[in-house]
């Protein structure tokens, strides 16, 4: 009993070395794939609203890190990244995310892609909790709603019109999910406030186009 | 093993003593990932990955284990198994293994595994543990299937939606929606509404076989 029970431990030795190269094999061959999948899930919401604004093929996203004095306005309480659209190596517009905490039931996650001058490309949700059916209807994969701030800027809609129609603003709510539909839409232009201040350090000086507006 | 036996091992594997419908093992990830159909064959064609991989191992070793090593040794092997096959999803379906989440990693704590696993290392040859693992996984996978298909078609109205996270962009229109678009039924989509399905198909097999639990 006593040499059979050593005998097993040997074994149980062998056998757990040998399962541990077995995984590290795995992950030193996966690593490299493992990394490329997963940027490649975080820029698929990014993708999709660049596509409709842009010419998909020449499109490279380069991340940028957000100065900290702007983090209340974008809801943020840590360092995130907004992202950079270059077309043929030349800056054409950028995606910012934000985040707000007035949803109806916790934090709404969300991005908002720009062109350059400052007109909306896109508005996606990236996260959300709220009512399933009335609500979720930001989500665009159960209603277009969302799809209502394609074209706005902040030179083509005054501040206080950026709320719900019966507010005296520019925009439907989404009947059953008041809150959800305001506190979205005032992210959004919270977001396009924050490019408006910073969007000479992003771009550099005025280009002439901008500077017609 | 004789054909005609192969196919009474199948039937009672299957149906009659299926372990999700007789004993109620491994119902928590039937529970948790049976809301759409993608998701329950993803779960299900994991953990029949793992169940035959580590049959396999498990048999291999049966003379090398005694009464104290064998149980660690299977969990230790099964741990092993689902660690690599969570390195190797994130290769090619990383969607996939983002829907699963923590359900992967459980792959580990599912009885239904160790069970099979068990069996093999005590006393079956090679053949007739792949032949029990593949038997025991699909009946897991069936389950999963049966229940999911049933929640999917009533609470979300749709069947084979999100396809494309097993099969990729060749299933995207894979989905249809046989009772129209607007067609929900919330309850079923929440956890209680799989509790509902999961004890009305237990009461369907016990009136069938006659034999209550």
């Known amino acids: 009993m006593q040499s059979r029970l ?44 660049l596509g409709q604004a842009f010419e998909s093929d020449a499109i490279e996203i380069n991340p940028y890190p957000i100065p900290e004095k702007f983090w209340p306005l974008l809801g943020f309480e840590n360092q995130h990244y907004l992202n950079i659209v270059y077309q043929n190596s030349e ?57 209502a701030f394609n074209g706005r800027s902040l030179s083509n809609t005054a501040e206080k019109s950026w709320t719900v129609r019966k507010d005296g603003g520019e925009f439907d709510h989404i009947s059953g999910a008041t809150i959800t539909s305001k506190s979205v839409i005032t992210q959004v232009l919270k977001a396009l406030k924050y490019f408006e201040q910073d969007k000479v350090r992003l771009f550099g000086q005025t280009t002439s186009e901008t500077a017609s507006l | 093993m004789k054909n005609s036996s192969i196919k009474t091992t199948a039937i009672e594997a299957l149906w009659r003593e299926n372990p999700s419908l007789t004993k109620l093992m491994g119902i928590c990830p039937i529970i948790a990932m049976s809301s759409s159909v993608s998701i329950a064959i993803g779960l299900g064609l994991a953990t029949l990955i793992v169940i035959i991989t580590s049959n396999i191992i498990a048999s291999a070793i049966r ?91 009533i609470g979300n109205g749709s069947l084979f939606d999100n396809m494309e996270v097993l099969f990729g962009s060749v299933a995207k229109d894979w989905v249809f929606h046989p009772f129209g678009n607007n067609f929900q039924f919330r309850l079923l989509l929440m956890p209680p509404g799989a509790l509902l399905i999961f004890g009305v198909v237990i009461a369907a097999k016990n009136a069938f076989s006659k034999k209550p639990l």
């Not at chain 1, 050593?6 to 149980?12: D, E, P, S, T, V």
């Not at chain 1, 062998?14 to 541990?20: D, E, K, L, P, V």
């Not at chain 1, 007035?102 to 969300?110: C, D, R, T």
């Not at chain 2, 005694?66 to 969607?95: H, K, W």
């Open chain 1, 6 to 49: 050593r005998g097993g431990k040997i074994f149980m030795a062998m056998f757990i070395i040998s399962a541990i190269a077995l995984l590290l094999l795995i992950n030193i061959s996966t690593e490299n794939k493992i990394e490329a999948s997963y940027k490649r899930s975080i820029q698929a919401p990014l993708l999709d609203i």
């Open chain 1, 91 to 147: 800056a054409v517009g950028l995606i910012i995310p934000a985040t707000t905490q007035n949803g109806y039931s916790g934090e709404i996650k969300l991005i908002v892609a720009a062109s350059r001058d400052g007109q909306i490309v896109g508005v996606r949700i990236l996260k959300h909790s709220e009512t399933p059916g009335l609500g979720d209807k930001i989500d665009i994969s159960t209603d277009n709603w969302i799809l």
């Open chain 2, 63 to 153: 003379q090398q284990l005694n009464l104290a090593t064998r149980v660690p040794s299977l969990i230790f092997i099964i741990a092993t198994m689902v660690t690599a096959l969570e390195m190797l999803m994130q290769v090619s379906f990383y969607g996939l293994f983002e829907l699963l989440g923590v359900f992967l990693p459980l792959i580990v704590v599912n009885q239904i595994v160790l069970m099979s696993a068990e069996s093999s290392a005590s006393q079956k040859s090679l053949s007739n543990s792949v032949l029990d693992g593949f038997l025991t996984g699909l009946g897991f996978l069936l389950v999963l299937v049966l229940i999911s298909s049933i929640r999917e078609l």
